[in-house]
């Protein structure tokens, strides 16, 4: 039956997700940790940022067109990473590279993607960057930068603040597993088998986590990273400014500012309020990227406006994509997009590079 819902903000594609997917997944998707507080303050913090416009600045042309990283996109915007997509829609990261490719939209693409780093690339026309977390297993580590860079990725996320997962309730309620038949092309064996493991009262997520991902990570792993590859490295999950100088001391090309989407430590500082310290710390240097509860187009230019060179939007691509697919994950991309043009054009601005604080309030 055809959802009879006009879809008309990025909400209503939440909605209709909501009645496609398994209580499972959903809440695997939509879930934080603990008490979920950091969720709810996500949002809260980029609504109270008030925006100071212009006025009689002749805004009858506009661009969002810019570069990050060299790479030419048509709006400041990423694709976040984010695992096991084909529990949304069969079709998965393939769907979510076509709609970002149409979109003019980079992606970022998670280690526990249910199709290949390979895959992905021949599908995605726009910038590409491969997100990877460090396992207790270096040698696997290296194989799966070796295959990013040989597939054609144009940088790497690494994600540092994840040493171990969030308690998320949610996942132990529902006994969160891969459902049988989905694929993660890039574990083999022992990891894949865990993943789709059930237990009534356990995450097999957790379970992996525990078992592979490694606690003991420290910014020594950010130089042997780079010393296996000679793609740019961003650092994803800081907020705090002196970490992320200590992130571009270490070599990175920049940083992404994250909490995990609410997902790991609970009652941590929104993305919203850490943006700023970042951005004063890193003066500049390096590039700077920021995500966690984004949804409307003024919150992309109040990103802006503090000093982010772009945003990641994650959740919202998921709901679109259990819509409809690839249909539903480019529509999202493309409301949001229209609304930044639209903000743009009410802020009394031309280009993203109008922004800066005195736009803020």
């Known amino acids: 039956m055809t959802d009879p819902t006009p879809r008309i903000n990025l909400a209503d594609f939440e909605t209709a997700a909501v009645r496609e997917l398994s209580q499972m997944v959903y809440d695997y998707y ?20 008030a925006l100071r416009y212009r006025v009689l600045r002749d ?18 915007m990423f694709v976040a990473p984010m695992a096991f997509q084909q529990m949304a829609h069969p079709d998965g990261e393939l769907a979510t ?17 249910t199709t290949s780093i390979e895959d992905v690339r021949a599908a995605c026309t726009g910038p590409l960057w491969f997100q990877l977390y460090i396992y207790r297993d270096r040698e696997a580590s290296r194989a799966l930068v070796q295959r990013a860079q040989a597939a054609g990725c144009d940088a790497l996320v690494l994600t540092v603040d994840s040493p171990m997962l969030g308690r998320r309730e949610r996942d132990i309620r ?29 995450s097999s997520l957790a379970t992996f986590v525990e078992q592979h991902w490694d606690g003991s ?21 800081i907020v705090r400014g002196d970490d992320a100088v200590l992130a571009l001391d270490a070599g990175a090309a920049g940083v992404i500012v994250s909490n995990h989407g609410g997902r790991q430590l609970d009652t941590a500082i929104p993305t919203a ?75 009394g601005c031309r280009t993203p590079m109008d922004l800066d604080r005195g736009f803020l309030a």
């Open 59 to 76: 805004v009858s042309q506009r661009s969002l067109a810019c570069a990050i990283l060299g790479q030419e996109l048509s709006w400041p």
């Open 174 to 202: 529902n006994g969160f597993h891969v459902p049988a038949g989905t694929p993660v092309p890039n574990l083999t064996g022992g990891p894949r088998d865990t993943l789709a493991a059930q237990g009534a009262t356990a």
């Open 217 to 237: 990570i420290s910014w020594r792993d950010l130089e042997w990273l780079q010393s296996i590859t000679t793609l740019p490295i961003l650092v994803k999950g």
């Open 30 to 49: 939509a879930g934080g940790a603990g008490d979920e507080v950091l969720l709810g303050t996500s949002r809260a913090a980029w609504n109270a940022i």
């Open 273 to 347: 309020r850490a943006l700023p310290e970042v951005a004063d710390a890193m003066a500049g240097r390096g590039t700077l990227l920021v995500d966690g509860g984004i949804r409307r187009g003024t919150d992309v230019l109040k990103a802006l406006a503090m000093g982010a060179n772009g945003v990641l939007l994650g959740r919202p691509v998921l709901w679109g994509l259990a819509a409809d697919g690839e249909t539903g994950a480019r529509q999202v991309l493309e409301l949001l997009k229209d609304e930044c043009h639209l903000a743009l054009g009410l802020a």
């Open 97 to 113: 590279a076509r709609a970002a490719g149409a979109t003019g939209t980079g992606m970022i693409l998670s280690t526990l993607s």
